[in-house]
T-cell receptor, first 109, second 113 residues
Framework: QKEVEQNSGPLSVPEGAIASLNCTYS??????FFWYRQYSGKSPELIMS????GDKEDGRFTAQLNKASQYVSLLIRDSQPSDSATYLC?????????FGAGTTVTVRA | DGGITQSPKYLFRKEGQNVTLSCEQN?????MYWYRQDPGQGLRLIYY???????QKGDIAEGYSVSREKKESFPLTVTSAQKNPTAFYLC????????????FGPGTRLTVT
């Protein structure tokens, strides 16, 4: 079983819609969770961090964490063409950050 | 401007040659990391350093070496022992190792032929 799994995608959404990204993790003791956005050919950019159960909102982005179910999600509201990218879920374990393979999102105008 | 710099952006080498990738940060971060990314895959940890003059192997350290002589610098050497060195190499840093967010440099794309 992979340490961090993301919905495989690609995910195509119309402009203005909500994009929903999911991530599950295997290490029950994980305490820190991150979402990175990576444009094609570029390095990952941190867009959200979440440490406690519940929702955390930052602009059009909302991260949701449920430690009991071992999942973390990212919602992108009012999706824009500039949101087209690969989104990486990262989970902090004992000594390292483990990354999912990413979900590619395409926002169509 | 504070940030992480990596050089060069693109690097081409012949098989059998060692190559060193540069990573510098002026964020006053204690911890630094090297990752490798292959097409369609997540990031894999090569080495990390929590403090100057100390570093630990990550998941895929074979064929790589690092040094941490200065807080600001964490160079990665890809040796000829690395069987599949062609990849996108990413350096990251965080305030301290642990819960703190990691921030990435722009990356070095290495091609070995």
């Amino acid at each position: 079983q992979k340490e961090v799994e993301q919905n495989s995608g690609p995910l195509s959404v119309p402009e203005g819609a909500i994009a929903s990204l999911n991530c599950t993790y295997s290490d029950r003791v994980s305490q820190s969770f991150f979402w990175y956005r990576q444009y094609s050919g570029k390095s990952p950019e941190l867009i959200m961090s979440i440490y406690s159960n519940g929702d955390k909102e930052d602009g059009r982005f909302t991260a949701q964490l449920n430690k009991a179910s071992q999942y973390v999600s990212l919602l992108i509201r009012d999706s824009q063409p500039s949101d087209s990218a690969t989104y990486l879920c990262a989970v902090r374990g004992d000594y390292k950050l483990s990354f999912g393979a990413g979900t590619t999102v395409t926002v169509r105008a | 401007d504070g940030g992480i710099t990596q050089s060069p952006k693109y690097l081409f080498r012949k098989e059998g040659q060692n190559v060193t990738l540069s990573c510098e940060q002026n964020l006053n971060h204690d911890a630094m990391y090297w990752y490798r990314q292959d097409p369609g895959q997540g990031l894999r940890l090569i080495y990390y350093s929590q403090i100057v003059n100390d570093f630990q192997k990550g998941d895929i350290a074979e064929g790589y070496s690092v040094s941490r002589e200065k807080k600001e610098s964490f160079p990665l050497t890809v040796t000829s022992a690395q069987k599949n060195p062609t990849a996108f190499y990413l350096c990251a840093s965080s305030f301290r190792d642990g819960v703190y967010e990691q921030y990435f440099g722009p990356g070095t794309r290495l091609t070995v032929t």
